[in-house]
């Protein structure tokens, strides 16, 4: 009998421990938003699908990749810089093709350690490779035989002592690659397929800071060879990634930093950023006296969700095409779900966001989960104006996360598009959006007035001749009252 | 002054109305008559305070600076309280000093008058901040200015009457009464900083006495 039970609590301890390790397993929950600056705890928005190490890909494990890209057909390209090749992964995430030999006129050449930059362009299957320390951009299609060859660019406008070093690529529509160089401020670089040099694209812009305003004042009173001598310069920051996306817009991230404008923007082909809102990590990462964040990729799916990674605290920031935060998930760590170096990111045609890390040597597939989905599609209806039709999303987001801010303002506009004013008022009032409760408080009072507009001008009238007579009126009532009295 | 009512308007409880109108005569009569009267004060008082607490409670949500998890209703209670007993007792104590006539009732009297407009006003409009919204809420805040620029005549007018001085001498004694409110609350924090002190120490040697 005593074994018996003996045996028994052993199973019971083996099972409770198989357990706890089942749950430790899981992904933390660190999601949150933000609500006026203050970060809120929030639902997962994403989970992770897979993680992609040399198991699932079968192939030799990655050495420190930089670039990560997937095409049209959800092809999955890795520029596995430590181990010189391009790994290419489908659907499913096996190696189909490992090009570790370029080929160029009979020649083999070999990618530096440290190359930091692929893409791959559709219109002509070819793969570009920013071979970063070989000053080179290699133009190759999947079986490693390169076409072309560039090196740096010739030019009238670019300075020929001007060190140059591929960092980043992305090819447009046209055939035009936008290049940036780690030591050029003034934009990418636009190169056309004869190599020569088109411009610089998109230079990030200054605002005015105190500080600058302080270094102006002393410049203006200061010989200038007191100001030679002092140093201080004010120059826009480089671009860290750029992204191509399908509606041909360009979309970079760059560091961060007091005097630059945005460090989030989203160009036309102009090279003009084209947000109307602008998404400002700079300022909230001040509040919450974080340092140190170094925006290091940003990705764009088919919904036109941004979403950008910060390689410092291993956070992904997502974002609707609006600007409008919807959630921020990862963080630094080991367990699944977080992250050690992610250098870059992409989206797949189903929305998962693909997370390469160069210290783990694997790439993180994280997947929406329901809530995510529904406050993306919530926020892709209010974006579009369908109040109405967000209603229902909305109602599911607060359900999981009754801390989102965002979906009590969605909720009413919706009911102010109804009609249910007071039902508006109630949702503006626990969004804290006092415009909106304004604005539904009017319609409201109109709507009131409309109706009892008759007793509405007599309560006036009344009013009104209290107040011009009512001297006047004491004097009759008080008449009375004596009269009574007497 | 016409009088053929049963409702004494010169009695010293309706006087406040008649003084808003006419702050000069006003004051001048009730000086004459010594209509002064600590019923009136306790009233304004009482009334200011429930004005400020249903301001702050009450305003409409979109035009409400407060946030309601912040406003503590005591704290927004004492100050008020404490607010116009200093601000009388540091002009009494001025006054006194610079040959002013008043005596403390009817300083506090004066002070109560002022309040009245503003007092009608805030409630008035924190009634309307229900119906008004977005813009037109520069109404309310116009109004309320009105009330205060016309709180601040009458304040001014009152203890010119009461003390009986010139023009610019009751602007000098203002600034004085002024200056005295910061040295007193200067003070007054001083004293509580101290009193804090003494405190963590009494709690301290009593903590190291038990353990």
């Known amino acids: 009998m005593r074994r018996r039970i003996g045996s028994l609590l052993l199973a019971l301890v083996l099972v409770l421990t198989s357990l706890a390790m089942a749950v430790s397993a899981a992904q933390p929950d660190r999601t949150y938003t933000y609500e006026e600056d203050t970060p809120v705890p929030a639902t997962n928005a994403y989970q992770v699908k897979i993680i992609v190490d040399e198991s699932v890909m079968g192939t030799k494990q990655l050495n420190n990749p930089r670039d990560i890209f997937v095409d049209h057909e959800d092809r999955i390209f890795i520029l596995d810089s430590g181990n010189a090749r391009v790994v290419v992964l489908d659907k499913d995430y096996r190696c189909i093709k490992e090009i570790s030999e370029f080929i160029y006129k009979d020649e083999v050449l070999t990618l530096s350690d440290g190359a930091e930059g692929l893409f791959f362009r559709e219109e002509n299957k070819m793969l570009y490779i920013a071979d970063t320390n070989n000053d080179r951009i290699l133009v190759s299609d999947l079986d490693g035989k390169v076409s072309r060859v560039y090196t740096k660019p010739v030019g009238e406008l670019l300075d020929p002592n001007l060190e140059y070093k591929p960092r980043k690529i992305i090819v447009d529509n046209m055939g035009i690659m936008y290049v940036t160089s780690g030591n050029i401020n003034t934009g990418a670089l636009m190169v056309d397929s004869a190599n020569s040099f088109l411009g610089f694209y998109g230079t990030n812009k200054l605002k005015m800071t105190a500080s600058m305003q302080v270094e102006f004042f002393w410049r203006s009173i200061l010989s200038a060879e007191a100001n030679k001598q002092s140093g201080v310069t004010f120059q826009p920051v480089e671009f860290n990634n750029l992204f191509w996306s399908d509606d041909r817009f360009v979309y970079t991230v760059s560091p961060l930093s007091e005097d630059t404008a945005t460090s989030v923007s989203k160009l036309n082909a102009l090279g003009n950023d084209v947000f109307v809102q602008s998404i400002d990590l700079y300022t909230l990462n001040k509040t919450r006296k974080i340092s140190g964040v170094v925006l290091s990729d940003i990705t764009v799916d088919s919904e036109g969700a941004i979403t950008i990674v910060d390689i410092t605290t291993g956070h992904l920031y997502q974002y609707d095409e609006n600007c409008n935060l919807l959630s921020v998930f990862g963080g630094m760590g080991y367990q699944k779900g977080l992250f050690t170096q992610p250098v870059s990111i992409e989206s797949d045609s189903d929305n998962n966001v693909l997370v390469l890390d160069a210290s783990k040597n694997t790439v993180t597939v994280m997947e929406q989960t329901f809530y995510g989905r529904m406050v993306r599609s919530a926020n892709y209806l209010y974006g579009q104006g369908r109040y109405q039709e967000s209603i229902e999303p909305w109602m599911e987001v607060l359900r999981m996360n009754a801390n989102y801010t965002q979906a009590y303002t969605g909720l009413g506009k919706a009911y102010i598009s109804m009609g249910e004013y007071e039902q508006a008022m109630e949702y503006f009032k626990l969004g804290k959006d006092k415009e909106g409760y304004a604005e539904a408080k009017a319609s409201l009072r109109d709507e009131t007035i409309r109706e009892y507009f008759a007793y509405v001008v007599a309560v006036v009238v009344v009013l009104l001749i209290f107040i011009l007579f009512y001297e006047r009126i004491i004097d009759i009532v008080s008449t009375i009252y004596w009269r009574i009295r007497k | ?211």
Not at chain 2, 78 to 102: D, H, R
Not at chain 2, 121 to 137: K, P
Not at chain 2, 159 to 172: D, G, M, R
């Open chain 2, 1 to 211: 002054m016409k009088k053929r009512t049963g409702f004494d308007t010169m009695s010293p409880y309706l006087y406040p109305f008649y003084i808003m109108r006419h702050p000069r005569d006003g004051f001048l009569e009730l000086k004459a008559n010594k209509k002064s009267s600590p019923v009136v004060v306790l009233v304004a008082v009482v009334l200011w305070l429930f004005v400020e607490l249903f301001y702050r409670a009450a305003t409409g949500y979109d035009m409400n600076a407060f946030e309601a998890a912040e406003t503590s209703m005591l704290r927004t209670g004492v100050v008020t309280v404490v607010m116009f007993v200093m601000v009388c007792a540091s002009n009494w104590m001025i006054c006194t000093l610079m040959e002013g006539k008043g005596k403390l009732l009817d300083i506090c009297t004066v002070a109560a008058n002022a309040l009245l407009p503003y007092i009608f006003v805030r409630f008035i409009t924190t009634v309307l901040s229900w119906f008004f919204a977005g813009d037109e809420q520069v109404f309310l805040t116009y109004a309320v200015t009105v009330s205060q620029i016309w709180g601040a005549i009458i304040a001014f007018s009152g203890l010119q009457e009461v003390h009986e001085y010139s023009f610019a001498k009751t602007i000098y004694s203002i600034i004085l009464t002024v200056v005295c409110l910061i040295i007193m609350f200067f003070i007054a924090l001083m004293l509580l900083i101290l009193f804090e002190q003494l405190y963590y120490f009494v709690v301290t040697v009593m903590f190291e006495l038990r353990y």
